[in-house]
């Protein structure tokens, strides 16, 4: 199982842009399918992309074309790219990865919050 540490999450303004980061260690990154997810209150834990090791991504149709997800295996991180931002955006972002026959390795969390 990995650890996951992430970083980027903040306050910003209706239409505007972050970037959070997920670095791994304790295992082999680049054989996970790495993604991210976020809690809204008083809503379900909703993934928001993922992207395996060499393949395309997937996104949750509320933020493509907004958001992207991308992964770096020499510095076991994957990245999401969010731009226009919205309100309903407002969240924890958790990092998230998993393979096969290992139990799914989650961050602490992120609070990212949208003003209008």
């Not at 379900?44 to 907004?66: C, F, T, W």
């Not at 931002?85 to 969390?109: F, N």
Request: hydrophobic content about 30%; overall charge positive.
């Amino acid at each position: 199982q990995m650890q996951l540490l992430e970083s980027g999450g903040g306050l910003v303004q209706l239409g505007g842009s972050l970037r959070l980061s997920c670095t791994a260690s304790g295992s082999i990154f680049s054989i996970y399918t790495m993604g991210w997810y976020r809690h809204a209150p008083g809503k379900q834990r909703e993934l928001v992309a993922n992207i395996p090791s060499g393949e395309n991504a997937y996104y949750a149709d509320s933020v493509k074309g907004r958001f992207t997800i991308s992964r770096d295996n020499t510095k076991n991180t994957v990245y999401l790219q969010m731009n226009s931002l919205k309100p309903e955006d407002t969240a924890v972002y958790y990092c998230h990865g998993r393979v096969v026959g290992m139990p799914d390795s989650w961050g602490q969390g992120t609070q990212v919050t949208v003003s209008s």
